[in-house]
């Protein structure tokens, strides 16, 4: 009889611990699922379209979301591109954003996942805080050295990335935290975990969304 | 068909991103499905125009109906009220009947059209011409079927005809 009971827990127990994670996150701790890599500039884009689709391209909404061109531009030597033809830094951390904008991007991004998975938890996507990003270094394990780019300085997120690992936390760009001119995490020139900070958008600085599930 | 677009599931949102292949228009959808119909609708589309297959009903000697595939590949049906017999032959090359005055060059112009699923009206040559955007010698070339390998891309009903060298 005990046998059976502690069968069906262990079921019952696989069943609560395989909660499909919200899109693009792995398990952090509890109710919290920490995005895989860092916010990528395909994902950016397919923010502008989905934005330009609903307000226009006119709108305020629209035209206040481009990243800074400048700051974009210093770090993949060429100008941002709307596009998703012929654009070779799909897969490389967005910059170029500030905190609003990134607040905003989690705030969307939270409707539309919300509006996708209707029947599923509802998830709040947020900046992490910085416990949740150290909670989160310790689980980056994995080598990803093919994904490098030597003239970017940069890895590449790799397409359709399958697995709980997390990429990037300590190189590519820092990231920000929930606290406005806080950022968290390595970056191509300082490889160290330590806090750093901003005041406007930087060419390393990126962000990352913790995905809340209520 | 060409596809003329792509689609990429964001892994951020679940949500379905389209693009035209020529970075003209893009868009997002919760689904798939509702991905590719909106680029359906709104990417320009290029075909490779062939002669398409034909499946026909003969009831003692005289065409009943047929079908044929668009460029879809998807059997649309048609009766003889559609497309008549002579142009139906015209177009599968085959023998008028001696007593059939055959059909007139915008008539061959309207079906071929038709069966590619691409005919935008007109009745006479000048207005299937202007419909279509075509030239004299599009229009001549393709009354004379000499079409295999041609390209045509139809962006807001503006139709571009590239036939091959």
Redesign the interface.
Known sequence: MINLISTWLIVVMFFLGSVKPP??TVFLSDNLYI??AE?SN??WI?YL??L??EFGENSNDFKNSIPDNEIWKNLYKTDFSF????NNYLNYPVVGVSYDQANNYCTW?SK??N???KNDKKVNYRLPTKNEFEKAIKLEQLNISKYYNENLNLFKSPE??KGNFLLFLSNNVSEMTIVKGEAFGGNFNDKSNSLKFYKSPEKWLGFR?IAEIE | MIKDYTLSKSDTTGWWVWTCSDGSKTGSATTKKQAKKDAKANCPVAFVLDPPDFNAVYTDGSLMDFTVKNLDLVPVQYTTSDISEDEFDFFFGLVCDEDSDCTTRAQKAITILKFWGIYNGGTTEPEIKTNHDMSDTDFQRIIEKDYIGLHIHIDDDVYTWTFPE
Request: hydrophobic share 35%; charged share 30%; proline share 4%.
């Open positions: 899109p693009g995005d895989q916010i395909f994902e397919e379209i989905w330009k689709q596009s998703l033809v012929n991004r539309l996942v509006e996708k998975f359709k990335t969304c």
